[in-house]
């Protein structure tokens, strides 16, 4: 089935967000995506406003939106839900282990370890993101999958804003340590594995960093 115009549009700049090529602070000016997306300001608006709940832009009365610069406690907040979340997460795995789930996360991290020995920022902070969600995929729990979805969302935000460069490689590493748990079924070793991971993503967030700026039009070229 063919995405909706305003799906369309949620879909691109929530993967400008991820891909880093849409700044905190940017302001997202309604003409300027209608004329981009060739649709009307309306659905523009409907776009901005879905984008608004999942926390991805923030809406200024007589301003307009912009993309949402989080805050240190909301960042912190973030990774705490998150933890716990996938915390159990990884109990749902191995409630259904497959060879088959195994091979397509192996399968995953050889692409991060390509990002990751590359130049391409944008795909290394997407495929470090998407692990999380291929992970809540194959728990076969949709609703689950949604909640991650936007969790890592959100969490690409916060490292924008805030993650030192050298944190990158040191996640890819330790994705390869938590499969190797999964694919042992040690259901303790990977659970410990995850909350570690996920609390030395957010201890590698610099929170006296300056928050960047960037051209809305550069970022969906």
């Known amino acids: 089935m063919e995405a909706s115009p305003t799906r369309t549009i949620v879909d691109a700049l929530t993967r ?3 891909e880093h090529r849409l700044q905190p602070g940017t302001k997202l000016a309604e003409q300027k995506l ?3 997306f060739g649709v009307s300001r309306t659905l523009v608006r409907q776009a901005l406003f879905q984008l608004a709940q999942k926390h991805l832009v923030r809406m ?6 912009f993309v949402a610069a989080p ?4 960042a912190r907040q973030v990774f705490q839900v998150r933890r716990i979340l996938e915390a159990e997460m990884v109990r749902e795995f191995l409630r259904q282990p497959a060879p088959a789930k195994i091979r397509a996360l192996r399968e995953h991290i050889a692409q991060e370890k390509a990002a990751v020995e590359g130049r391409d920022a944008g795909e290394r902070s997407q495929l470090l993101g998407d692990f999380h969600v291929r992970m809540a995929e194959l728990t076969d729990n949709a609703v689950l999958t949604q909640i991650i979805r936007d969790l890592v969302s959100r969490s ?13 490689a040191h996640s890819q590493q330790e994705h390869v340590e938590l499969v190797k ?3 042992a079924r040690d259901e303790k070793r990977a659970v410990k594995l ?3 991971h996920l609390l030395h993503v957010e201890e590698s967030l610099a929170f006296d960093r300056p928050v960047p700026t960037h051209d809305i039009a550069l970022a969906l070229a």
């Not at 805050?71 to 909301?74: D, G, R």
């Open 181 to 183: 748990a999964l694919a």
């Open 34 to 36: 209608a004329n981009h």
């Open 71 to 74: 805050t240190v406690e909301e």
């Open 60 to 65: 200024e009365p007589a301003r307009g939106a």
């Open 194 to 196: 995850m909350e570690e």
């Open 16 to 18: 400008a967000v991820v």
């Open 156 to 168: 690409s935000l916060i490292a924008l804003m805030y993650q030192r460069e050298a944190a990158a």
